[in-house]
């Protein structure tokens, strides 16, 4: 037996024995508190501040904000404060998308202010011993200036006695209203400047540069849009077994973080049979009945940018006759809608159109009888999108009526909701179906981020009865061929 034990060694060690030399680096690479270069090598290039964004991007993102602030004004900008689920237990933070976009932090506690004359100035939360003990290091004053190269760093402390003098020297204030916190709405020369009417809102300057998305932007939202596009395919593909909403919950989560995604954009709203009607139905807590449909509206996180993507389907594999006219109706108003997607239209005349074609469609089928809006807005309530990047409803400042530009990202996304009970024929009660797809506008029209998400009846048929354990990695590998 042992004879045999070392020639079966000698075999899987086909190396000769030697001497093995290893160079070791006394350099210590110090954490502060989030992806560096240096400490996490696979997701970020040198250069870089958080994955995919250069150091001379944000750079650029201060200057554009300073041109449109007026002279001698000062923004001010907190990071998002942490949110308790018990006292003991902190909700998963997420920075502030303003925040995030200006300084780069992905840490709660600071406080940045960009002024003509400061620059950058930021104001960073001190770590103490226990702490780093128990939540690990944080980003102070040195990684202020070092990697995220603000002109100036204060520890939060000295918050009190440097920004009172900076608020007197400027001729207008302008905050986050969303993060404000009592370190500086409580100082005087705030509460003052305010009285006076010389506080306003910074997300009208803030919104106006995140609306148009920069190519690292846009390469980043590709990629969030490829990642929930090949995990609701698996989800799809899952729910003929596993007919649960909890259970395809957790399979587009786990499908997304497994791809690369640090968190979902929502919460998914999976909604079987009648809660497809729910718009944002997030309870997720029944099975799903054989020959329903089931509504699935989900996106991911990738680096502070977002994806959003909603299909619906019969886990069963099958269409019946009255899913398959309403959804054709939808799917319908979808591509129509997308063709006119383009530079020099907006938001709102996309919508118009599409309350058009529903409507229309909604009579011939016969659960649409009034004329009136009220009529047509209880079996769809909502607008035909909207924009999208660092947050789901990006650049929410931003009116519908504004005309689209190259580099803006929206969503296209008809649907109709019919409640249970309805004034109309029983067949179509508690039906919800709803097409979501992400949509670039480009120089010359529109590119669709979602577009190898299947979404044809034919297709979506053929995959759920097509599939088995073993050809799932071949519809992987060919939405991954179409979307590549």
């Known amino acids: 037996m042992q004879i045999l034990v070392r020639k079966l060694l000698q075999r899987a060690t086909p190396f000769k024995q030697g001497i093995v030399r290893r160079t070791y680096s006394t350099n210590k690479v110090h954490d502060i508190g989030q992806p ?15 994955p995919g964004i250069t150091t001379e991007e944000y750079i650029s ?12 004004s000062l923004a001010v900008i907190a990071a998002a404060p942490i949110k308790m689920m018990t006292d003991v237990v902190p909700y998963t933070f997420r920075q502030d998308a303003d925040y995030l976009y200006i300084t780069g932090c992905q840490q709660p506690g600071g406080v940045a202010v960009l002024g003509h004359e400061c620059g950058l100035c930021m104001f960073m939360p001190e770590a103490k011993r226990h702490d780093v003990i128990w939540q690990g290091e944080v980003a102070g004053v040195d990684a202020a200036l070092e990697t995220f190269k603000a002109e100036k760093a204060h520890p939060l402390s000295k ?9 007197r020297g400027s001729s207008k204030l302008f905050h986050n209203m969303q993060t404000a916190t009592p370190i500086y709405t409580e100082l005087d020369d705030f509460q003052r400047a305010a009285l006076t009417g010389k506080v306003k809102d910074l997300s009208n300057f803030t919104h106006e540069l995140r609306w148009i998305k920069s190519p690292a932007e846009l390469k980043l939202m590709k990629e969030a849009a490829s990642i929930v596009c090949q995990g609701l395919l698996q989800t799809m593909l899952h729910s003929k077994m596993y007919p649960h909403e909890g259970m395809l919950a957790a399979k587009i989560e786990y499908e997304s973080k497994m791809r690369g995604a640090q968190r979902m954009a929502f919460n998914p709203v999976v909604g079987g049979g009648s809660n497809g009607s729910v718009i944002h139905y997030s309870r997720n807590d029944q099975k799903i009945k054989n020959g329903d449909l089931v509504l699935m509206d989900v996106g991911c996180e990738l680096h502070g940018y977002v994806s959003d993507l909603t299909r619906t389907w019969p886990p069963c594999g099958s269409f019946s006759s009255v899913h398959e006219e309403l959804y054709n109706l939808v799917l319908e108003t979808n591509k129509e809608s997308m063709k006119l997607c383009r530079p020099g239209v907006s938001l709102r005349q996309i919508h118009n159109y599409s309350v058009e074609m529903l409507c229309k469609g909604f009579k011939e089928i016969g659960i649409l009888k009034g004329s009136g809006s009220n009529s047509y807005h209880q079996l769809n309530p909502t607008s035909i999108g909207h924009y999208l990047g660092m947050d789901v409803h990006d650049s929410s400042n931003i009116s519908y009526d504004r005309l689209l530009k190259p580099g803006v990202v929206i969503t296209i996304e008809p649907g109709v909701y019919i409640p249970s009970i309805f004034d109309g024929p029983d067949r179509y009660g508690g039906i919800g179906i709803r097409i979501e797809d992400e949509v670039l506008i480009t120089e010359t029209g529109y590119e669709v981020l979602t577009g190898s998400m299947p979404k044809e009846v034919k297709h979506i048929e053929s995959l759920l009865n097509n599939y088995s354990r073993g050809n799932g990695m071949e519809a992987q590998n060919n939405l991954e061929a179409a979307s590549s």
Do not use: F, N
């Open 159 to 167: 918050l009190r006695d440097i920004l009172p003098g900076m608020i």
């Open 36 to 50: 560096t270069p240096a400490t996490h090598p696979q997701l970020l290039k040198e250069g870089e501040i958080t």
């Open 61 to 72: 993102r201060r200057k554009r904000l300073l041109e449109l602030l007026p002279e001698k």
